[in-house]
């Protein structure tokens, strides 16, 4: 499994995702997000943009992360649970 991380978007969308950097041209998406849930503020967790697609990888710009840290244990366990 990639580092799990918890990414604050700057359109205040809260994921949970695997996240591995890409190389590539400059101003293609650096960023590939793998498996993200989006978490919602009742503790739920969704998969990112099930409505619109069946991938679970994507690739965004960096520039689009306000800021990336390391989920608690319990956001670890539930995530974990969820891609089994």
């Known amino acids: 499994m990639k580092p799990l991380k ?6 205040d969308i809260i994921l949970i995702s695997q996240i591995e950097e890409v190389s590539g041209e400059i101003g293609e ?17 969704s998969p990112w943009l099930v409505d619109v697609t069946g991938q679970n ?8 992360i306000l800021t990336i840290v390391d ?14």
């Open 29 to 45: 998406p650096d960023c590939k997000l793998i498996e993200p849930f989006t978490l919602h503020e009742n503790g739920t967790m």
């Open 6 to 11: 918890v990414l604050v978007l700057t359109n």
């Open 57 to 64: 990888e994507f690739k965004i710009h960096s520039d689009k």
């Open 71 to 84: 989920p608690n244990g319990k956001l670890t366990d539930k995530y974990t649970d969820l891609v089994k």
